[in-house]
């Protein structure tokens, strides 16, 4: 794109992010730690508690956030030059690669400035409108994705850092919250997902890997640390069958619903900068 051009889009991207309160981005050293399922349950809770929601899905190879939401084969409009969000719930602004691609079984073969005009068109050229969160799941890593997100959108809230109890995870969960500092871009907070097994026998939680290492190296990197999630064989099921687990009704609760909970209620402390009990 010629200069003018790139600064018209970026004028465009910075009068959009204006008109959304918090902006927030999901991320994780490794990949399958659960960034999409906390990004997707995160929205929907937001959502259902009355708020203004958005959900970006920036995993340009494995766009997922489409499937966990049962809304494979939807396509976006094109509405007078803007590209408007799918809307699930009748209101929850959903923007993916895969709704966009025809097929989404095809691999995206893209170098990064390539992927880097993908982001800034998602940005700047949907209409979000105003909004009170703006959720933002990445690809694994700290890569040009969530190095395009902190570039294009410097006032964002921060990032919720998703890892699991393994002390390799761990360690790339610290790159993570080291490439986050180095862009001065605030830690949300880190979360520990699979952490303990919900036996679905006697429902209790086995610790199958080592618990409570996401905790401590939050303490150690003087981070938050928002809560730990159970692995839950039924987690595995409702993401394939594209029912996320925050729309499940009260009886049919599990522990991780709760536990899900309690973090998106720390993280939306840690953004409006209360301290976490
Ligand atoms: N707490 C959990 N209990 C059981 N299964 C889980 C849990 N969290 C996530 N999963 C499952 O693990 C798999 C990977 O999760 P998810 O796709 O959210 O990870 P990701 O970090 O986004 O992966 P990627 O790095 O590929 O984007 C999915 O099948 C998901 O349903
Ligand atoms: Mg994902």
Redesign the pocket.
Known sequence: MEKKGVEEQQNRIKEQMSLIAHKIMVM?GK???????VAVNLAYTLFLSGKKVGLLDI?LH?P?VAKMLGIEGETLRNNEGKIEPFEVLDGLKVVSLALILEKSDEPVIWRGPLKTAAIRQFLGDVRWGDLDYLIIDS??GTGDEPLSICQLIPEIDGTVI?TTPQDVAILDSTKAVMFAKKLNIPVTGIIE??SGFICPYCHRNINIFKKGGAEKAARTMNVPFLGS?????K??EL??AGIPLASLSETEESA?HKEFKSIVENIERAIQNENLP
């Open positions: 994780s990949g399958g730690v659960g960034k999409t399922t995993d494995g997922n690809p694994p998703v997902n699979m999630i159970s692995f839950d064989p987690m595995v993401g394939d991780v």
